[in-house]
């Protein structure tokens, strides 16, 4: 795809705000209903659908008839449907693109705050906000997470639900792509999302490319927003499974963490451990034949054999 237009860089706005759906027509009005309490007009508002059912793009057509609906004929993964939405909004001539996943409800406050902090002298190009748990609203889920010398594996940024509504603005490695403002320039530079990550850590690799291309990325803990946790994942767990274990693999052998391969491989293999006990634990076996399948696939793909589709 292909990027047009040009805008001035110093700013982020307008924003636009890209959602994807697959069949989660409460949830994604939802969603909506929250971007537009925090700010936004309908015409801001891009809403990709990953091949849902007719009547559920109807009914989410009727209820948002100025929202610009991107329909897609079959289900392209969170990377693909959002990039349809990205190249939209660039066509249209945004500043900047918040992208959310369609299970989440924004805090009024939250898109002027983002703004807000990605106008600072520094101009941080992608930044995401502090996530809570939706059943939980004064849990918090995620922040952000940073590199840590040594360690094969990033670590969370901790800090509790008080500490954030304090918290300054602050520089991180990765934010999670269920919510996180990326300015244009972002996307001039480095690219869209890659699409071989169909599901999971792409949002970790448009991370780590842009800060391997001198960007920065900053956790803003004052802008809030609720999770529910992946609605849409809860509903094909073999084949989400399944995708998480094959870009884990793929995403550490792409970008290492720390001093050797080795200490990633190792890092995975107890992951995978774990997880299957876990599965184990909740009577969920059947999800432990897609764990190792898309490890072994992402394994398979190092070694230069094509990952099955």
Same mark, same amino acid.
């Given at each position: 795809?292909?990027?047009?237009?040009?805008?001035? &860089? /110093?700013?982020?706005?307008?924003?636009?705000?890209?959602?994807?759906?697959?069949?989660?027509?409460?949830?994604?009005?939802?969603?909506?209903?929250?971007? #537009?309490?925090?700010?936004? =007009?309908?015409?801001?508002?891009?809403?990709?659908?990953?091949?849902?059912?007719?009547?559920?793009?109807?009914?989410?057509?009727?209820?948002?008839?100025?929202?610009?609906?991107?329909?897609?004929?079959?289900?392209?993964?969170?990377?693909?449907?959002?990039?349809?939405?990205?190249?939209?909004?660039?066509?249209?001539?945004?500043?900047?693109?918040? #992208?959310?996943?369609?299970?989440?409800?924004?805090?009024?406050?939250?898109?002027?705050?983002?703004?807000?902090? *990605?106008?600072?002298? =520094?101009?941080?190009?992608?930044?995401?906000? *502090?996530?809570? %748990? %939706?059943?939980?609203?004064?849990?918090?889920?995620?922040?952000?997470?940073?590199?840590?010398?040594?360690?094969? /594996?990033?670590?969370?940024?901790?800090?509790?639900?008080?500490?954030?509504?304090?918290?300054?603005? /602050?520089?991180?490695?990765?934010?999670?792509?269920?919510?996180?403002?990326?300015?244009?320039?972002?996307? =001039?530079?480095?690219?869209?999302?890659?699409?071989?990550?169909?599901?999971?850590?792409?949002?970790?690799?448009?991370?780590?490319?842009?800060?391997?291309?001198?960007?920065?990325?900053?956790?803003?803990?004052?802008?809030? /927003?609720?999770?529910?946790?992946?609605?849409?994942?809860?509903?094909?767990?073999?084949?989400?499974?399944?995708?998480?274990?094959?870009?884990?693999?793929?995403?550490?052998?792409?970008?290492?963490?720390?001093?050797?391969?080795?200490?990633?491989?190792?890092?995975?293999?107890?992951? &995978?451990?774990?997880?299957? #006990?876990?599965?184990?634990?909740?009577?969920?076996?059947?999800?432990?034949?897609?764990?190792?399948?898309?490890?072994?696939?992402? %394994?398979?793909?190092?070694?230069?054999?094509?990952?099955?589709?």
């Amino acid at each position: 795809r292909t990027i047009v237009g040009s805008v001035d &860089v /110093m700013s982020v706005w307008p924003i636009l705000a890209v959602t994807l759906n697959w069949n989660l027509e409460l949830e994604t009005a939802a969603c909506i209903e929250s971007i #537009l309490g925090a700010g936004l =007009e309908q015409e801001q508002i891009i809403l990709v659908d990953n091949g849902s059912r007719q009547e559920c793009v109807a009914a989410l057509r009727e209820r948002f008839p100025h929202v610009l609906l991107v329909p897609l004929g079959h289900n392209l993964g969170f990377a693909g449907g959002m990039n349809a939405g990205i190249c939209e909004g660039l066509q249209r001539g945004a500043g900047a693109l918040l #992208l959310l996943n369609n299970d989440t409800v924004l805090n009024p406050s939250m898109i002027r705050v983002l703004a807000a902090a *990605a106008e600072r002298a =520094e101009r941080p190009a992608i930044l995401g906000p *502090a996530i809570y %748990y %939706y059943d939980e609203p004064e849990r918090l889920w995620k922040l952000g997470d940073v590199r840590r010398p040594g360690l094969p /594996m990033p670590r969370p940024v901790k800090m509790n639900a008080d500490q954030a509504a304090s918290a300054p603005p /602050m520089p991180v490695d990765y934010v999670t792509g269920c919510g996180m403002l990326v300015r244009r320039q972002v996307f =001039e530079q480095i690219g869209l999302l890659d699409e071989r990550y169909f599901m999971y850590f792409e949002d970790a690799d448009f991370c780590r490319r842009a800060r391997d291309a001198g960007l920065q990325v900053w956790c803003v803990p004052q802008a809030r /927003m609720w999770h529910k946790i992946s609605a849409t994942a809860q509903r094909d767990r073999p084949l989400n499974r399944y995708h998480r274990s094959l870009n884990q693999v793929r995403f550490y052998h792409e970008h290492p963490h720390g001093p050797s391969a080795l200490w990633s491989d190792a890092y995975i293999g107890a992951k &995978v451990l774990k997880t299957a #006990l876990e599965d184990v634990w909740r009577g969920d076996r059947h999800l432990i034949g897609p764990l190792l399948r898309g490890t072994r696939d992402g %394994y398979g793909e190092r070694r230069g054999t094509p990952t099955p589709r």
